[in-house]
């Protein structure tokens, strides 16, 4: 599981923070490589928060109205960028 390209950098879409630490990052699926909607990512606390249902991981369709290719994936920042975690459908 990858993303491709590697954004460099992420800003809520919720709250507007930077996101240094992990976030949800909705991405179109192309065979396990997944072409990230910077514009659209949600830190960890609002996607676990505000996002969706109180206490868990927003749905994609939460945070985007989604194609059929389209994904959430779950990343961590990393010394690279960000790495994927976890993938929604």
């Not at 960890?44 to 994904?71: H, K, L, Q, R, S």
Request: overall charge negative; charged content about 25%; hydrophobic content about 35%.
């Amino acid at each position: 599981m990858s993303l491709d390209p590697v954004p460099e950098s992420l800003t809520c879409s919720n709250c507007g923070a930077d996101i240094d630490d992990a976030g949800y990052l909705p991405a179109t699926d192309h065979d396990g490589v997944y072409r990230p909607r910077s514009d659209d990512s949600v830190c960890g606390a609002c996607g676990f928060n505000e996002v969706g249902m109180t206490g868990c991981a927003p749905a994609v369709d939460e945070v985007i109205d989604p194609g059929p290719a389209d994904v959430l994936v779950y990343v961590e920042r990393t010394d690279d960028g960000f790495d994927v975690v976890s993938v929604k459908r």
